[in-house]
């Protein structure tokens, strides 16, 4: 910024005073530019129904920012500078009410266009003295002795007016464009034989450009360090610009749960991509969970499920999901007890299974003479033994749990504390959760006192 150089003993001139003021007002435009931009803008100047209502607005005190020439036209000796244009500041430094009558005609309605401008004013005008050469002593009233008042301050305003549309049947008016030089602030709209002014009368020009208090418009700055807690917008889900991703923003891509406890799913249900990031807790039987479709997602969407039940997890229309290298299909059984995440692959073809079977759930067990073992695949192996006290009928053997989908196979063993000499057979009845059996000393004749051990396999 440039400063005004005078020296002890030098008779003073008032282009010393008149450039201080001129330097300054080009450093603080600089500077404003540089944080601002150098475009109209627009802070506080909001538009409000007077108190107690009436058919007015107040406009609150406020300013505007605009480009202008240094000087229009001369300040005070200093020539008009109309070759270089800085970013001027212009006051509203109180309210403005502003009269807004309703149309005459019955079914119309009008809209008034509320505007601002910057000016530079000369004001406050007083009558200087004026050193006399030809008689120190007495001073001049005014130039030449005129008495003439003259602009103390040249002034930046921000200047607040109306301009009313033409009035048409209620729904058909039209606001009228902001005048040259002017920006649009707001706009009211009053009905014939409204009789007061109401919040909701009153909206904002299309594209008044106000300087939002998120800083989203100001120019960037190099490597800011910011302290506090500052705020940003929030981007779209799934935004890939280079806007400020916010906190907000990462939990909506998965990066966090969305939820700190489980979304409950009760029914068979179709998610959507906003559910992304959610976990979920299957809370019925047999339920089927339907994934978005892929190309609504992005690479990385992911959804996670904790389940009391079984289910089945499927992809959309027919896509596949993949659990490991040789098992892709569409459908995904899930066990009981499990936890499970899959993740969108972003091509729009596959899903994959990222994680599965958090702690012991997928090789859950019960062990002894009688119990089963579970495998991740859904392969469950069970086994027990049995008395046969009669060797009049067949003897039903209930599963320590029941096969969730098909019992594939039955092995048996006849012992006693001697030799067996019997065979034990399958005799029909198998069900998912018990099978039938009996034996027999030949292939006539049923025999009893032995005890029958069996491994079922089954899904």
């Known amino acids: 910024m440039d400063r005004q150089i005078v020296y002890p003993g030098a008779i003073p001139l008032e282009t010393d005073l008149l450039n201080s003021n001129k330097y300054a007002l080009i450093g603080l435009s600089k500077l404003a530019a540089a944080v601002l931009g150098e475009g109209d803008l627009l802070n506080g100047l909001a538009c409000a129904p007077v108190s107690p209502a009436a058919l007015q607005v107040q406009v609150a005190a406020g300013e505007i920012y605009s480009v202008d020439n240094v000087d229009g036209v001369a300040y005070g000796s200093l020539a008009a500078d109309t070759v270089h244009s800085i970013l001027k500041q ?25 505007q601002a401008a910057y000016q530079d004013v000369d004001g ?6 004026y050193y006399n050469a030809s008689n120190p002593p007495q001073a001049y009233s005014g130039p030449d002795n005129s008495g003439t008042a003259q602009a103390t301050v040249r002034q930046g305003v921000c200047q607040v007016k109306r301009k ?15 005048d040259v030089g002017y920006i649009g602030l707001s706009i009211v709209t009053v009905a014939a034989g409204q009789t007061a002014i109401t919040a909701a009368d009153i909206q904002p020009y299309p594209g008044a450009p106000f300087i939002p208090h998120t800083l989203t418009q100001l120019a960037p700055l190099t490597s800011p360090v910011l302290t506090g807690a500052p705020t940003a917008p929030t981007p779209g889900q799934f935004d890939d610009s280079t806007q400020i991703a916010t ?14 406890f489980g979304i409950p799913v009760q029914a068979s249900t179709t998610l959507l991509a906003t559910d992304a990031g959610h976990w979920f807790e299957v809370e019925a039987s047999g339920l089927t969970v339907t994934l978005p479709p892929l190309a609504s997602l992005p690479q990385g969407g992911t959804y996670t499920f904790k389940t009391f039940y079984s289910f089945t997890l499927q992809g959309n229309g027919g896509e596949q999901i993949m659990s490991s290298l040789d098992q892709i299909a569409n459908t995904l059984g899930v066990s009981a007890g499990e936890c499970i995440t899959v993740t969108a692959n972003g091509s729009g073809s596959l899903w994959y299974v990222v994680s599965a079977g958090f702690g012991t759930p997928s090789f859950a067990s019960s062990l002894g003479a009688a119990g089963y073992q579970k495998l991740p695949s859904g392969l469950i192996i069970q086994w027990g033994s049995t008395p046969l006290s009669s060797g009049s009928g067949a003897l039903a053997i209930i599963y320590p749990i029941a096969f969730p989908n098909a019992c594939t196979s039955i092995t048996l063993g006849l012992w006693d504390s001697g030799s067996a000499t019997g065979f034990p057979t399958h005799s029909g009845n198998q069900s998912l959760t018990a099978f039938n059996y009996s034996a027999w000393a030949d292939s006539v004749t049923r025999i009893a006192g032995y005890t029958t051990t069996y491994v079922a396999t089954g899904y």
Do not use: K, W
Request: proline residues 10%.
């Open 247 to 260: 906190t907000e923003f990462s939990t909506r891509q998965g990066l966090h749960f969305q939820n700190a």
């Open 124 to 129: 406050d005008p007083v009558v200087l003295s």
């Open 90 to 114: 212009g006051l509203l430094m109180d309210p403005v009410t502003i009269n807004c009558p309703a149309p005459a005609t019955a079914g119309y309605s009008v809209n008034y266009l509320v």
């Open 164 to 178: 009313t549309g033409i009035a048409a049947t209620s729904g058909s008016q039209v606001t009228p464009a902001p």
